[in-house]
C-alpha cells in the first residue's frame, strides 16, 4: 500500500515539476484577466477604427459590411442550391426550407474533395472546377429540370461569373462562412446575432446598427459586419502580446506579416506552434534528453488533430506517448507530461484570445442596444471548436468572465456555412465581389502623405520660379503682381462701384464703406453673360458688360455720378499697375476673341466711350481672390492669404517686394495673385494623375492647360466622377453594366451633386433619388459606390488645395525669420462652403503639413464685391499723399 501511494506521490511531483518547468518556459503565452481585458479594449478601438471612413483605408480589421441587413425570420420558404467552398472539402446542397414558419430544414448534401493544386491555383481553374462538380450534383439528383437560385459560400475573393454561364441558377447570394454560421444558428434561435469559427481559420461576424457603419449610406435598420479579425495585430497592436514562436511560425507562413491573430488562435496554426514549442525545448535540454527526430524539425509535422488528441481527459497521456513515439522520439513519462502541458497553454491561450475579441464584440451589441444587461446566442462552427476536448468549455468560462453582464447562449451550427447560405439567398452579395475592382478604382485617388509632401515641395518650387525674372516666363504658377500694396486699416470710408465678372453670371454693385465701425452697406444686381457673348468677340462682350452697367446706373438712379470703380476680373492678368491688368488666357469655358495679351482696362473704357453715357474711374482691376483676401482683412488684421475653392481654384498672398523680382521696388509687400490652377502644366503631377484626369482635360475647351485646377475645383470634380462612374459600368459594375445617355453627357454630374450626395444627413433612398433625376436608374448597392467615388475625388481636391496652401504658409513663416506663424486665410467658393467635408479635410492637410503654423480660416462674404469696393477704397487712400506730395 505505501509503495502505490509512494507511487502516486511521485507521479504527482512529477507532473508538477513538468507543469512548473514549461510553465517557466511559456510565462508569456500565458495571459492574465488584466492583459485579456486590455486585448478586449484594443480590439474594440479596432472595430471603430474598421468602422470609420476615414480611419478603415489603415484599419487591420476591415469590418466589411455584408449586405445581409436581417436574420431570419422563420417565414422563409423554398428550394434553393448552396454551394460551400472553404477547406479541404468542397460540399453541395439542395435545401429544402420548409413553409409555414415551421422552421424546418431538410438537405441532401455531397462532398467533393478539393485538390491541393486547385486550391492553390488561380481563381478560374477553382471556379471551373466548382461548376464541373455542381453540374455532377444536379444530374444526379435529377435536379436539371429546374432553376435554382443559389447561395455561394466562399472564404476567400473569386469571380464566380462561371457559375451562371454553365448552369441554369441565380446566384442571390455571396455569403462568407462566417455569416453563413451566424444566419444558420439564427434560424433555431432568433437571439443569435453572433457568428463565430474557430477552425482551419478564424473569424466573427455580428449584427452592428447602420448608424455606426460609416461605409455603407443609411442610419436605419441593421447589417451583419463580417470583422475578419484573423488581421488584428497586422498593425502592431499585438506585438507585445506575440512571442519568438508566433514570429518563427509566421515568418515560414505563406503570408508573413498578416493574419497575426489568426496565427495565434487557428487550427491551421497550432499543431506547427507546439512544433516550435518542442522543438526548442529539446534543443534548450528540457526534453527529450535533448535529442531530435527528424520529424521533430519538418514543418507541418505535428498538427491540430494531435493537439486535441494530446489534451483528451483520460487518454491524453497515451495519446501524448504515442504521437511522439510516431515522431521518433523516446519520450519519458516527464517528457509526456511536459508535451502535453505545452498543448494545453498554447491551446488555452488560442481560447483566451479568442474570447477576449468576442467579449469585445458583446459589450459592443450591449453598448449599442443601451441595455444594462445582454442576453444573446453566439452560433459556433470550425473543426478546432468541434474535435478540441477542452477548447468550448474553456472558451465559455472565459467569455462569461470578461463580460458579467451579458447572459450569452452558445449554440453549435449545423451545416452552418452552407445552410446559412440558403438563409440568405434573397439578399444582393454582388458588391462583395466587386469590391476589389472598385477599390482598384479608388485607391488612384488615395493620397499618401508622400504624395501631399512632393505636392507641397513642388508647389514651394514653381512659387519660387513665378517670382524670379529669369524664370518666370518657364514658371507653371504665374506670380502675378497686383500692384495692391495694403490692407484695409478701417479709415475707408466712401461710394464705389464695383463690377464682378468671373463666370457665366456678372455682377454691378454699388459699395458703402462706412469708417470706423468697419460697416459695408452693399447693393447688386445680377446679369447673365449668354455662351454666344462667352464665346463670341471681345467688342460684343465689353459691349455686354457696359450695357449691363447703365441698366444698374439707371436702376440705382446714379447716371450722372462719377464714382470710383474696382473691376474683380477673375482670369489671369499680367498687371503693370493697379488699373492696368493684361489677360494672360481664358479660362472657365470664355473664348472672347481679340481680348488675350489686350488690357481688360482699356477694353472696358473704350467700350464705355462707345456707349457715350457715362463716364467711370477705374481705379482698380482686381482678381476674385484678391477681393476675398480683402474682404476677411477688413475684419482681421492677420489675414493675408485669399483662397477661392469654387467654380475655380486660386490663391494669392502678401509677400515681401524684395522677393518680386517682377517689380522694381524693394520696400513693403504687395500682393501675389498665384494662378496657381496651372501648376503641373509642366508634367511635375503626372505622376497622380489618374486616366480620368486625362480623359477630362482631354474634353476641356484647354486642354494641357490649368492641370492643378482641373483636379481640384468644382467645375471639373463632377466630370472626373462622371468619368469613372463610365468605366466602372463598362466594368459591369454599376447600373447592371448599361450606360444610358445622360451618363454619356458631358457636365451632367454637377459638382454640387457630389456636396449632396456626400452630406451626412442623406439617407441612401435620397441619393438614389438624385441618381434618378440624372437619368441613373440605380440599385441601393450603386448609390453606395457612387457615394464612395464622390468621397473619393472631393477628398484628393481638399488634400490637393491643402497641399498647395501648406506650401504658401510655410513660405510665408521662412520670409518673416518666424519659428512659429499665426495667420489668417479668407476663404470663398463654392466647393468650400457648400461641400460637406471639404473644408474640414482641407484644413487637416494643412495643419499636417504645415505643423509650424496656426493658420485660421474666415469665411469671406462676397469678396469679389466688397473686395473690390475695399481695394479701390484702399488704393484712393494710398494715392491721397502721393497726390499731395
Known sequence: MFAVHLMAFYFTKLKEDQIKKVDRFLYHMRLSDETLLDIMARFQAEMEKGLGKDTNPTASVKMLPTFVRAIPDGSEKGEFLSLDLGGSKFRVLKVQVSEEGKRNVQMESQFYPTPNEIIRGNGSELFEYVVDCLADFMKTKDLKHKKFPLGLTFSFPCRQTKLEEDMDVDILALVNDTVGTMMTCAYDDPYCEVGVIIGTGTNACYMEDMSNIDLVEGDEGRMCINTEWGAFGDDGALEDIRTDFDRELDLGSLNPGKQLFEKMISGLYLGELVRLIL????????????????????????????????????????????????????????????????????????????????????????????LVRLRTTVGMDGTLYKIHPQYPKRLHKVVRKLVPNCDVRFLLSESGSTKGAAMVTAVASRVQAQRKQIDKVLALFQLKREHLVSVQNKMRTELEYGLKKKTHPLATVKMLPTYVCGMPDGTEKGKFLALDLGGTNFRVLLVKIRSGRRSVRMYNKIFAIPLEIMQGTGEELFDHIVQCIADFLDYMGLKGAQLPLGFTFSFPCRQTSIDKGTLIEWTKGFKATDCEGEDVVDMLREAIKRRNEFDLDIVAVVNDTVGTMMTCGHEDPNCEIGLIAGTGSNMCYMEEMRNIELVEENEGKMCINTEWGGFGDNGCIDDIRTQYDKEVDEGSLNPGKQRYEKMTSGMYLGEIVRQILIDLTKQGLLFRGQISERLRTRGIFETKFLSQIESDRLALLQVRGILQQLGLDSTCEDSIVVKEVCGAVSRRAAQLCGAGLAAIVEKRRENQGLEHLRITVGVDGTLYKLHPHFSRILQETVKELAPRCDVSFLLSEDGSGKGAALITAVAKRLQQPRKEN
Request: proline share 1%; aromatic share 4%; net charge positive.
Open 279 to 370: 522543438l526548442k525545448m529539446a534543443r534548450d535540454g528540457l526534453l527529450f534528453g535533448g535529442k531530435k527526430s527528424s520529424a521533430l524539425l519538418t514543418k507541418g509535422k505535428i498538427e491540430t488533430r494531435h493537439v486535441a488528441a494530446m489534451e483528451k481527459y483520460k487518454e491524453g497521456l497515451a495519446n501524448t506517448r504515442e504521437i511522439l513515439t510516431d515522431l521518433g522520439l523516446e519520450p519519458s513519462e516527464a517528457d509526456c507530461i511536459a508535451a502535453q502541458h505545452v498543448c494545453t497553454i498554447v491551446s488555452f491561450r488560442s481560447a483566451n484570445l479568442c474570447a477576449a475579441a468576442l467579449a469585445a464584440i458583446l459589450t459592443r451589441l450591449r453598448e449599442n442596444k443601451k
